[in-house]
């Protein structure tokens, strides 16, 4: 008697034991159901207009050259809610949001999406991408691809570009270490892999992509120079960072300037990292997200939250925002950009809980935080080669 009771407790523990484990798992299915996007979602009337921002997440080429990992578009609503749709997976992929059209990019094919959604399919496959934008005067979208070395050229990189109805496949015949824009064509840095010099380089972008180079840059030690952020121009000059790392603890950050009317190149000296911590984690989230320029003040954000800011006026520099910094957080799922004089920043803590942040760059203050939901759920968050690669504000 005492046997057969023993038994139906044993049978009874484990029956609680496949039921709580059975409610979890439908929970978490349940959870993902909910956060989980399809083609059919992004068709809906009205779908963009509710959302307030978009994230861009992949695996890297590594994982992706062996056929396997994905990319995912994650849309977050006015609310805080995430939802993701699966793409095909394309390292460094990113959105752009123009007025009332975001174009969204994966490896084989592109998507804009307004008040309806257009695929377009291409022939080409690409993984590995380099910056998306769009040219307001020729209404043209456009996204740059870091391809590989060449047969006909040094080196090559495709470029997407149209707008509703009609993309185009070109190339620039050049590696291309950073990007920008005017209103009507783009601007690219290049630089030459065997001498390792630079050039800043225009394209326009007709029924091909024609370059035509504006200037060599005579920097110091070109070859030991990497460029940390985007090209970014006002009516008078270019910016962009270049990094120069010397060794675990040591690390020099200078700020090239361009006259755009006169051609004459400046170098500043712009931050010195001389500790191993900062070397190792003040990489930008983003290299193309990372400077922004307004009313003759030029702004950089690296990977420990640090903002700041170079007056061309004053010719001085400073640090003007420390963004929240989560030290236990999972910096692979980190981003930020500039948006309308601001900057968003969004991240996560030791529990996997996610925060959007607003911070005004005038006020150099923070002006909203928001919770984002089932993030966690939607990335693969112990996957090591799986990243945010962009964060978009619509």
């Known amino acids: 008697?005492?046997?057969?009771?023993?038994?139906?407790?044993?049978?009874?523990?484990?029956?609680?034991?496949?039921?709580?484990?059975?409610?979890?798992?439908?929970?978490?299915?349940?959870?993902?159901?909910?956060?989980?996007?399809?083609?059919?979602?992004?068709?809906?009337?009205?779908?963009?207009?509710?959302?307030?921002?978009?994230?861009?997440?992949s695996s890297t080429t590594e994982v992706l050259q062996k056929g396997k990992g994905d990319s995912r578009v994650i849309f977050i609503d006015q609310q805080g809610n995430a939802r993701g749709l699966k793409l095909s997976g394309l390292e460094d992929g990113s959105t752009y949001f123009n007025t009332d059209e975001l174009l969204i990019e994966e490896s084989n094919r592109l998507m804009l999406l307004g008040d309806k959604l257009n695929i377009y399919d291409l022939p080409s496959?690409?993984?590995?991408?380099?910056?998306?934008?769009?040219?307001?005067?020729?209404?043209?979208?456009?996204?740059?691809?870091?391809?590989?070395?060449?047969?006909?050229?040094?080196?090559?990189?495709?470029?997407?570009?149209?707008?509703?109805?009609?993309?185009?496949?070109?190339?620039?015949?050049?590696?291309?270490?950073?990007?920008?824009?005017?209103?009507?064509?783009?601007?690219?840095?290049?630089?030459?892999?065997?001498?390792g010099e630079f050039a800043l380089q225009e394209v326009q972008l007709k029924k091909e992509a024609k370059t035509k180079k504006l200037l060599d840059l005579p920097l110091e030690n070109a070859a030991d120079l990497d460029a940390l952020t985007p090209v970014v121009a006002d009516k008078h000059n270019f910016y962009f960072v270049m990094t120069n790392y010397q060794a675990n603890n040591r690390e020099d950050l200078e700020l090239v300037i361009v006259n755009r009317e006169t051609n004459k190149v400046k170098t500043k000296p712009f931050i010195k990292y001389r500790a191993e911590d900062q070397v190792t984690n003040a990489l930008p989230y983003n290299f193309n997200r990372s400077a922004y320029v307004n009313n003759g003040h030029f702004y950089y954000a690296n990977g420990l939250g640090e903002v700041f800011e170079y007056s061309d006026a004053t010719?001085?520099?400073?640090?003007?925002?420390?963004?929240?910094?989560?030290?236990?957080?999972?910096?692979?799922?980190?981003?930020?950009?500039?948006?309308?004089?601001?900057?968003?920043?969004?991240?996560?803590?030791?529990?996997?809980?996610?925060?959007?942040?607003?911070?005004?760059?005038?006020?150099?203050?923070?002006?909203?935080?928001?919770?984002?939901?089932?993030?966690?759920?939607?990335?693969?968050?112990?996957?090591?080669?799986?990243?945010?690669?962009?964060?978009?504000?619509?």
């Open 125 to 195: 496959e690409e993984l590995r991408g380099i910056q998306t934008g769009y040219l307001p005067k020729t209404k043209q979208f456009y996204s740059l691809y870091n391809t590989g070395f060449s047969t006909k050229h040094d080196y090559k990189t495709v470029i997407r570009f149209g707008e509703e109805g009609d993309f185009h496949i070109s190339q620039v015949p050049h590696f291309v270490s950073s990007v920008g824009q005017l209103s009507d064509r783009i601007i690219v840095l290049t630089q030459d892999l065997i001498t």
């Open 315 to 394: 010719g001085k520099t400073q640090k003007i925002l420390q963004l929240h910094h989560e030290k236990k957080g999972n910096r692979r799922f980190g981003q930020v950009t500039f948006n309308n004089n601001q900057i968003y920043y969004i991240y996560s803590n030791e529990d996997r809980e996610f925060f959007l942040e607003t911070y005004d760059l005038q006020s150099k203050k923070k002006i909203k935080v928001q919770e984002i939901k089932n993030l966690e759920s939607i990335l693969p968050m112990d996957d090591k080669n799986y990243f945010l690669t962009s964060l978009e504000i619509l």
């Open 1 to 57: 008697m005492k046997l057969k009771k023993s038994i139906i407790f044993v049978v009874m523990i484990v029956l609680l034991i496949v039921g709580i484990f059975a409610f979890n798992s439908y929970k978490k299915a349940s959870k993902l159901n909910g956060a989980t996007l399809t083609i059919r979602d992004l068709k809906q009337q009205n779908f963009l207009k509710k959302q307030q921002a978009v994230l861009y997440a």
